[in-house]
């Protein structure tokens, strides 16, 4: 049902109603109520037919920014994980804030041009530029689904260019002779990631009932594949890890946390203290995640099938195995010579 009400910036009644969780309204025109009663009454029946042309571009409010960004919060918490949550809300708290700065209130109001210019202000590395306006059009094709607005500008906006960088370079012998050599607290750590190939998250994780002693194995939840593995692990490992700990003692609790986010900072202790030596040595840079690729690629010059090693890396598929698999020029051009001639001519 719509009402009437007035304005302390106008001298006219204004109408509003709400329809489909938008909110409408418009300045009658009038100042006497009785006939401002009229025009109520006769939008009324235009709402009710379907037409809205006399609401102009304004008046057909998609909601007030603000109100739709907290009443999609609220969307998200009830579906996703906090993680999800807590990212989105960053993501939207900042993009809010620079729609307030030019004055941009409504959600219908967020144009191509407006995003264009949002995503250059930002001080940021063009894939965090594309995560930004990923969660965006998230959001705007939401309201879409509630029939808030009908365009997601998101869509349309031109991204900067991604240059690829090979940024999990593989390790040298010289690296890791580097890493272990002045690896300290970091050594067992270290040392899980070398050989077990795991993401550095998941070995992070790991307690010490992850670890079957007799079958020399780890069976521990891998986060990303969302299921349970068991992997082979190394005598020289199991040496270094202390049994008669109780199963539910983290093997690293100085990083081992059960938050995602908190789990992330974490890591940044080992990884800092991996690229200071790297540095200190003039090694180029490196990640925790460079134990992982070179892991894949020695055992693939050792001779190891794809196919296995997608099951060592916890791939769901070889096709992401091959992305971590770098060519080994060396190997190649041995098989290369290796191969039959025929036809020889005098250059032979």
Known sequence: MSSLYKRTNSPYYWWTTYHKGRKLYKSTGMTQKHLAKKVQNHWDLNIALGDFNFLGRMGYSSMHVGDYIRQYLYFIEERKSGNTLLI???????????????????LEEISVTVLDKYINQLKCAPKTKKNHIGIISLMLEQAIKEDVIQVNSAKRVTLPRILKKQRHRVFEPIDLEIIFRNAGGWHLYYSLLNLTGLRAGDVAMLCHGNIDYKKK????????????????????????????????????????????????????????????????????????????????????????????????????????????????????????????????????
Do not use: C, W
């Open 88 to 106: 989105t809300k960053g993501v939207l708290s900042k993009f809010q804030i620079y729609l307030e700065m030019l004055r941009v209130k409504l």
């Open 217 to 348: 194995a780890i069976v521990s939840f891998i986060r990303k594949s969302r299921r349970i593995h068991e992997l082979p692990l190394a005598e020289s490992l199991i040496r270094q890890i202390s049994s008669g700990k109780t199963d539910s003692t983290p093997l690293f609790p100085n990083i081992y946390s059960e938050s995602e986010r908190k789990l992330n900072d974490n890591l940044l202790k080992p990884r800092s203290y991996l690229q200071t030596l790297l540095e200190a040595n003039g090694r180029p840079k490196a990640t925790l995640h460079s134990f992982r690729v070179t892991f894949n690629n020695t055992l693939r010059d050792m001779g190891l099938s794809i196919e296995d090693r997608q099951i060592l890396l916890t791939h769901s598929s070889s096709e992401t195995t091959k992305i971590y698999t770098h060519p080994n020029f060396e190997l190649a051009a041995e098989y290369v010579n290796k191969l039959p001639v025929y036809g020889k001519s005098e250059f032979n």
